[in-house]
């Protein structure tokens, strides 16, 4: 049977991780799941709770960062010790619907694609997303349309799943939320098509603990770039 990584990169979620874990574990998945946790050296007490409550589980490996690298860097190593053959990334808080993974995955499940993305902007608009972050999105879908000649709707999704063999051969450099716009780009000059399915999305504030800002907008502006030129 085929086995399913979910990777979960965590910094100072302590508040939520606890309930996101409960619902990735209720889902029913059509094959063997993992859960690859990977703590960026949060300060919170998000780090005790995962010694205390994760480390041991069944299914689940937890990885901890003696520094602080980000988050593209926490999901390089959690690709790294991910065993499955797909592998979808899950935030560790509340703004996606875990049910909705296998849905996501279904499409490489059955060979259709190699990477596929749960977007925003399929079918019911986002809840709660501010609009200069939805214009960023938007414009940032705009560049990988006009950079690497795909159409897509949701460039900056956090859910994205792709065939293990795949990824590992994608030389991923990032370190922060630069993580989409150069996994988006690389996929897509090595000749894969990227499949999308609707996605459901809760945006949450600042004040809750939303960590994207405007420039890692501007940093995905880069990177795109970059990527087209060869340069990264």
Known sequence: MKKLSIVIPVFNERALLPKVLERVRAVQYPLEVELVLVDDQSTDGTRQWLKENEVGSPGTRVVFHRRNVGKGGALRTGFKHATGDVIIVQDADMEYEPSEIPSVIKPILDGRCRVSYGSRFLGRMP??????????????????VLLFGQVITDEATAYKAFDAKLLRRIPLKCRRFEFCPEVTAKVLLAGERIHEVPATYFARTFEEGKKIGLRDFFEAVHTLVMCRLGLM
């Open 127 to 144: 809840t709660g997303m501010r609009i200069p972050n939805y214009v960023a999105n938007r414009l940032l879908t705009l560049m990988v």
